[in-house]
């Protein structure tokens, strides 16, 4: 038995020093340059002593051989063994190897943030900032501008109606904002607007056909309010590296103001009825992931309320992967929350029921805080399979500082703020400043994570 086993390692070493000399007679010029260096260098050296060949020299045939192999078997994780591949291409590049698995996922990154408001002090800051007598919101956005303009689709409230200066520029309690808010909007990198929420009709259905014209012209993507029933009856689809996502807005009223009897398809008021309605077109069109645009909850509030809790937890039931809440203008609680669907899927969703403020000018406590909440969505291109891999949030605080124009408006991401006041990196900041930024890191915390 012995000797059948020695002969056997024999004929295997045998093959092995065949097949290594077969593929050395075809090697690549890149090797037998090599080779032909080693042998110019051994000539040179003939007076001198050997020395021993580095790591790199002893490997560098070995690496070259097996690129030019093409193996019939891969490793696989799940079962643990090898298992044959037959059509597994030849590997050519330097970096790659050919027992590497191949990119079977995609992901990508959707940044949110809560209501987009504007008082008139902030539009008087923005025509004060501006060079031409019109307006400029860009100094107020452009600290978070890396952020939104990084994402792979970024979506925020607008809550405010672009409803044109012939309509007069407003504030509290009926909205009307300078276009150019929306320009800066559409400059720092928003994708998608929710409109959808309790001011969209403050210039009634006016306001809601010049909101969305601008946006139209602008190039920014909107859901939750409507020209017409057949502009209500088309979901908002987006398909980005490979991920297609349905997005929705609803709110919970429009300040009692009445839909308009011209136009009753205004608005997405919050139905239960009417969202299956619109989960069930999503999940027709085979979207991978559902996004809703909840306006509800009671303002100031820093936790949600139970309304809020069930409506979540029914949307999710249902199909729906993502609630990205806003209207109490203070942040509220963010989850994950493990779901078995009415279908008996199981899988993991997110909710945050308010993100705050990205920017207004409220008076009370906490309003001036928001968040930009960053989500990695990926999918397994071979299962169709998408989840969320994670969640992350940069803390944000509205800055109002005193200067020679006036006022100055800016949304600073938090942590960032502080290391710029102890590097003395923002002159605008004050003592004051900093030590309210310190506690809105602290209370973002809590409420958050």
């Known amino acids: 038995m012995q000797h059948l086993l020695k002969k056997s390692f024999i004929v295997f070493i045998l093959f092995i020093l065949i097949a ?34 580095s790591e790199e020299e002893l490997l560098f045939p070995i690496s070259n051989l097996f690129q030019n192999i093409s193996f019939s078997m891969y490793y696989d994780e799940k079962s643990n063994q090898f298992l044959p591949k037959d059509n597994l291409p030849s590997q050519t590049s330097e970096s790659s190897h050919p027992l590497q698995e191949k990119n079977i996922t995609t992901t990508l990154q959707l940044a949110s943030v809560g209501d987009i408001m504007c008082h008139n002090t902030q539009y008087i800051s923005a025509r004060k900032t501006s060079t031409n007598g019109t307006y400029d919101f860009s100094s107020c956005f452009d600290p978070i501008k890396s952020y939104i303009s990084s994402a792979d689709v970024a979506i925020g409230n607008l809550e405010t109606t672009f409803s044109g200066k012939e309509k007069k520029y407003s504030s509290y309690p009926a909205f009307n904002t300078p ?11 928003f994708d998608i607007l929710a409109t959808a929420n309790n001011h969209s009709l403050d210039k009634r259905n006016y306001g809601i056909i010049h909101t969305l014209d601008t946006l139209d012209n602008l190039a920014i993507k909107h859901t939750g309010t409507f020209r017409n029933k057949e502009e209500r009856d088309a979901l908002l689809i987006e398909t980005i590296k490979d991920i297609k996502m349905a997005f929705m807005s609803y709110t ?21 009825e009417e969202m299956l309605k619109d989960i069930k077109k999503a999940k027709d069109n085979q979207v991978d992931v ?7 909850g009671q303002e100031y509030q820093r936790k949600q309320n139970k309304h809020q809790e069930e409506l979540v937890n029914f949307l999710f039931e249902n199909g729906v992967d993502i609630v990205l809440g806003g209207h109490p203008h203070v942040i509220q609680p963010a989850k994950m929350k493990e779901v078995t669907t009415i279908d008996g899927e199981k899988k993991n969703c997110f909710v945050i029921y308010s993100q705050g403020n990205l920017v207004a000018d409220q008076k009370r406590k906490y309003t001036y805080s928001g968040l930009i909440t960053l989500l990695d969505i990926t999918k397994n291109l071979e299962t169709n399979q998408t989840e969320i891999t994670n969640v992350s949030f940069v803390p944000t605080w509205v800055d109002k500082s005193s200067t020679k124009r006036g006022l100055d408006f800016r949304i600073l991401p938090v ?6 006041y102890e590097e003395k990196k923002d002159p605008l900041l004050s003592s004051r400043d900093y030590k309210r930024l310190k506690e809105v890191l602290i209370e973002t915390k809590a409420q958050i994570f």
């Open 415 to 420: 942590e960032k703020a502080i290391t710029d």
């Open 252 to 272: 919970y009223g429009t300040n009692g103001i009445p839909i308009p009897k011209e136009n009753p398809s205004a608005i997405n008021i919050i139905n239960k």
């Open 290 to 296: 559902i996004i809703f645009s909840l306006h509800f």
């Open 179 to 189: 276009e150019q808010l929306g320009t800066t909007l559409k400059d720092i990198g």
């Open 20 to 53: 290594s000399i077969s593929v050395g007679e075809e090697s690549t010029p890149k090797l037998n340059n090599h080779l032909k260096d080693q042998n110019l260098a051994t000539t040179e050296k003939n007076n001198q002593i050997k020395k021993i060949p």
